[in-house]
């Protein structure tokens, strides 16, 4: 079934990797020279080294880059979207500019495309040159996912994958700032498949996604996909009432019907103490989801672009994804 052809775009976004795009371009034109018709288009992240010139360079020199540098350090996932947004290809691939996809799987993600799948992800295998707070921060991430959303990612899940023109639309039409791209292209559906590889060591500089950055992304993951956190509050007021209503029977029980002395101090402090707590609980878990409301009603652009080489509007049609077979992830 041979029915999926055209244009092929690589989109790579970058923050202050200067020393690892020339080689980056270089493999990844050596790949792709078969294919013809493909465009490298780079989202410089707001890096604070030479990366800018670089791009600039390299797309005087190579036709077929492009690039976008933001303005400012907006997040590898807002690179992304930049990069889907303003891809001009009828297959989008992404990968990390400091080599750790592969480009050598290239022709594979391309190939399971032209069978005619929508979206081409990859799994990673378990690195143990990955540093350990990475390996474990990961796989608990993905488990507790699973557990509070109604999304099937595996561990190790990359941003490492191939999108349809139409998922890539689909895409476009999220309107969140906070989009969590992984979630949101699981959660499309269309027809999925999954390959493994195997990640390869940082080419040059060292990793960008700090701790902290990595905690956000699984904050926004979780707050984005799932209202389970909420129902959570809702349970905790159940057992917590229900604890209540015991204990208000002893209360009453102990009054009436013994000649017990009143020693109520202790339970007194316990428990007002502890509905402290649980109320605490209950409003800072309102309050996050109260947060994200406020972020999305200002329908502030996602990001800000600050330079491009030229970049000229595209026409897309827009296919409706409920014609198309959806195949589950399972
Ligand atoms: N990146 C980005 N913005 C950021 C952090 C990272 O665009 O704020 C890019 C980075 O240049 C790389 C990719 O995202 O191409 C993955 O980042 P990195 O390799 O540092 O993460 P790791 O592989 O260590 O998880
Ligand atoms: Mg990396």
Same mark, same amino acid.
């Given at each position: 079934?041979?029915?999926?052809?055209?244009?092929?775009?690589?989109?790579?976004?970058?923050?202050?990797?200067?020393?690892?795009?020339?080689?980056?371009?270089?493999?990844?034109?050596?790949?792709?020279?078969?294919?013809?018709?493909?465009?490298?288009?780079?989202?410089?992240?707001?890096?604070?080294?030479?990366?800018?010139?670089?791009?600039?360079?390299?797309?005087?020199?190579?036709?077929?880059?492009?690039?976008?540098?933001?303005?400012?350090?907006?997040?590898?996932?807002?690179?992304?979207?930049?990069?889907?947004?303003?891809?001009?290809?009828?297959?989008?691939?992404?990968?990390?500019?400091?080599?750790?996809?592969?480009?050598?799987?290239?022709?594979?993600?391309?190939?399971?495309?032209?069978?005619?799948?929508?979206?081409?992800?990859?799994?990673?295998?378990?690195?143990?040159?990955?540093?350990?707070?990475?390996?474990?921060?990961?796989?608990?991430?993905?488990?507790?996912?699973?557990?509070?959303?109604?999304?099937?990612?595996?561990? #190790?899940?990359?941003?490492?994958?191939?999108?349809?023109?139409?998922?890539?639309?689909?895409?476009?039409?999220?309107?969140?700032?906070?989009?969590?791209?992984?979630?949101?292209?699981?959660?499309? #559906?269309?027809?999925?498949?999954?390959?493994?590889?195997?990640?390869?060591?940082?080419?040059?500089?060292?990793?960008?996604?700090?701790?902290?950055?990595?905690?956000?992304?699984?904050?926004?993951?979780?707050?984005?996909?799932?209202?389970?956190?909420?129902?959570?509050?809702?349970?905790?007021?159940?057992?917590?009432?229900?604890?209540?209503?015991?204990?208000?029977?002893?209360?009453?029980?102990?009054?009436?019907?013994?000649?017990?002395?009143?020693?109520?101090?202790?339970?007194?402090?316990?428990?007002?103490?502890?509905?402290?707590?649980?109320?605490?609980?209950?409003?800072?878990?309102?309050?996050?989801?109260?947060?994200?409301?406020?972020?999305?009603?200002?329908?502030?652009?996602?990001?800000?672009?600050?330079?491009?080489?030229?970049?000229?509007?595209?026409?897309?049609?827009?296919?409706?994804?409920?014609?198309?077979?959806?195949?589950?992830?399972?």
């Amino acid at each position: 079934m041979t029915r999926k052809k055209g244009m092929i775009s690589l989109i790579v976004p970058a923050y202050n990797e200067e020393e690892n795009l020339p080689v980056l371009v270089h493999r990844v034109r050596a790949v792709m020279k078969p294919y013809g018709n493909f465009e490298i288009l780079i989202v410089d992240d707001g890096s604070s080294d030479q990366t800018r010139y670089v791009l600039r360079q390299l797309s005087q020199e190579y036709e077929e880059v492009r690039f976008i540098s933001f303005s400012r350090n907006f997040g590898h996932q807002m690179a992304l979207r930049a990069g889907y947004d303003h891809a001009r290809g009828d297959a989008v691939i992404c990968l990390d500019a400091d080599l750790q996809h592969p480009p050598e799987l290239i022709p594979t993600l391309i190939d399971k495309w032209r069978e005619g799948y929508d979206v081409v992800y990859t799994v990673r295998q378990e690195d143990p040159r990955l540093a350990w707070h990475k390996r474990l921060t990961s796989k608990y991430f993905y488990r507790l996912l699973r557990r509070v959303s109604n999304l099937h990612l595996e561990d #190790g899940a990359a941003d490492f994958r191939l999108l349809d023109r139409k998922v890539v639309d689909t895409l476009k039409q999220f309107k969140e700032n906070d989009l969590f791209l992984r979630g949101a292209i699981s959660w499309v #559906g269309f027809r999925q498949c999954r390959i493994l590889y195997e990640p390869a060591a940082r080419y040059a500089g060292h990793s960008k996604y700090s701790l902290s950055k990595m905690l956000k992304l699984a904050a926004m993951g979780i707050t984005s996909f799932s209202t389970r956190p909420l129902y959570l509050s809702v349970l905790l007021g159940f057992i917590m009432s229900l604890f209540a209503t015991l204990f208000g029977l002893e209360v009453v029980y102990e009054k009436y019907f013994t000649d017990a002395t009143v020693s109520g101090w202790t339970s007194l402090v316990l428990l007002s103490v502890l509905i402290g707590g649980v109320q605490f609980i209950m409003i800072g878990i309102i309050g996050v989801y109260l947060g994200k409301t406020f972020v999305e009603v200002k329908q502030r652009p996602a990001y800000i672009i600050g330079d491009t080489d030229e970049i000229e509007e595209t026409v897309t049609t827009w296919e409706n994804p409920a014609n198309e077979f959806y195949s589950p992830l399972t």
